[in-house]
């Protein structure tokens, strides 16, 4: 079964990661999701902008650069491991999906093992 793909479908995936936050900490428009203080995910609420910027490992954020024409570096983060996926259609949402899975699943394995036992205390 498809899902749906679109900025409110991927902000409530993101968010019902376990642990995740969500934040404005930079503007009113852009909601960052993140794990203990760490980021993974960014989305713009401009709705003329329909984009999720996600956190990637180095080979496969140039990888999936080279594969499909929607994904772009994430220049605006100041961070080259991070991909800006434009939603509109022309990438399979199952693929976004499974970005949002590889992106919080880096933060979260990233993180100190006595910060991944506390969250896992504290649920």
Known sequence: ???ELNIEALRNYCISK????????FDEVTLVF???GKMFALIPLDESRQIISLKCDPERAIELREQYPA????YHMNKKHWNMIEINGSVNSELVYGLVDH???LI???????TRDQLLLDK
């Open 18 to 25: 376990p642990f995740v936050t969500e934040e404005f900490p």
């Open 34 to 36: 993140k794990v203990a």
């Open 71 to 74: 994904i772009k570096a994430a």
């Open 1 to 3: 079964m498809k899902r």
């Open 108 to 114: 979260f394995n990233a993180l100190p093992k006595r």
């Open 103 to 105: 992106s919080y699943g």
